[in-house]
């Protein structure tokens, strides 16, 4: 009885086993098909701003046409 068992389950894990190795072999291997290709790097966005220009007396950088923001500056002392 015990050895018509154990030839059961060794036939079960055999056909287990094939099935196995015969679904591997047929199935593709990965998701190639559904992975989305790699995006183009998007482009930094354009931010407008103001001109700045020098102060000649301190040497920080200002809005064009408008005092020095520096409050120790020269140019301030009127």
């Known amino acids: 009885m015990l050895g018509l068992l154990v030839k059961a389950f060794a036939i ?20 190639k098909a559904a992975e989305a290709p790699p ?22 950088y200002n809005a064009a046409g408008q005092p020095c923001a520096a409050p120790d500056c020269p140019t301030n002392r009127a």
């Open 12 to 31: 079960l894990l055999a056909l287990g086993l094939a099935y196995v190795s015969i679904k591997r072999a047929l199935l593709p291997k990965g998701k």
């Open 39 to 60: 995006q183009a790097p998007r482009k930094a966005p354009v931010i407008e701003a103001d001109d700045m220009v020098r102060c000649p007396a301190c040497g920080t």
